[in-house]
């Protein structure tokens, strides 16, 4: 279902009201990604509205990104529910209520359950720290390390019911040098993160992506498992 998405006939994601593409993000912490697209949004690079964002932490710094932008904010305490099922059909209530064309999970460190993920199937956006297929789960850059990998990088994909193997839109990658550690490699990926998660939310608001069963689409091509390197489109600037 795509309630709010009024762009039929114009072939993009947007909504006929404001022309933009309306957007739900959900996080849990310092925000880096959600104040990326706040900053692309003011700037007009992606052509979207922030309706709300949604922590299940009250202390998430993000929070007050939000604010300072003037966005909507809702906390959803994931702690007073008795169970996953309870705190995501409030989760998506309360998504609902704002009727979003794209909802983004920008640091949610919460597993989803199936009903979620099948309600907003096709309209659900992930951003994770590894190169998936490699590394699913928690301490990605750690295990990339641990294993002596030459490179890690972050990944946007379609949520599924599968966690972290949804398929992949766009991937970038970072060179591991012998001085890195966790952290650092973090702090570096994350730049990439800023980049490539509006990027790949400006495809779907301009129609250009889509889900279809378990395949990314992008300008009607399927895309590799992988998804599109960002590394290789930079070089072909
Ligand atoms: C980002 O690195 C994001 O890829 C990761 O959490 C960080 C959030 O940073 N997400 C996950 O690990 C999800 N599995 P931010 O709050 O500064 O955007």
Redesign the pocket.
């Known amino acids: 279902m795509q309630a709010a998405s009024t762009g039929i006939g114009t072939g993009t994601n947007a909504n006929a009201s404001t022309n933009k593409c309306k957007l739900v993000i959900l ?8 104040q990326s697209f706040i900053d692309n949004s003011i700037n007009g690079t992606l052509n979207a509205e922030i309706a709300a964002v949604i922590s299940n932490k009250a202390d998430a710094y ?1 929070l007050q990104r939000a604010s300072n932008a003037g966005i909507a904010t809702d906390v959803i305490d994931h702690t007073e529910f008795d169970s996953r099922e309870a705190f995501d059909e409030t989760l998506k209530q309360h998504i609902e209520s704002y009727a979003p064309d794209l909802v983004i ?5 919460r597993i989803l359950s199936s009903d979620f993920v099948q309600h907003f199937h096709g309209r659900l956006l ?4 590894s190169l998936l297929p490699k590394y699913p789960g ?1 301490n ?1 850059h750690q295990r990339a390390l641990d294993a002596g990998d030459s490179e890690t990088g ?1 990944t946007v994909h379609f949520v599924t019911e599968e966690l ?1 193997g949804g398929p992949a839109i766009i991937q970038a990658s970072v060179s591991i040098s012998t001085d890195d550690d966790a952290s650092s490699l ?1 702090e570096k ?2 730049q990439h ?1 800023h980049v490539i998660y509006p990027e790949a939310a400006r495809w779907f608001a301009e129609g250009r992506l889509k889900l279809d069963g378990n395949h990314a689409i992008f300008d009607n091509e399927k895309l590799p498992v992988t998804g599109i390197q960002f590394n290789q489109l930079e070089n072909q600037k």
């Open positions: 996080i849990s912490g310092g925000g880096s990604n959600l993000g999970l920008a640091g949610f460190m992930n951003i994770h720290p928690l990605t972050a972290d973090a990926v994350l993160e």
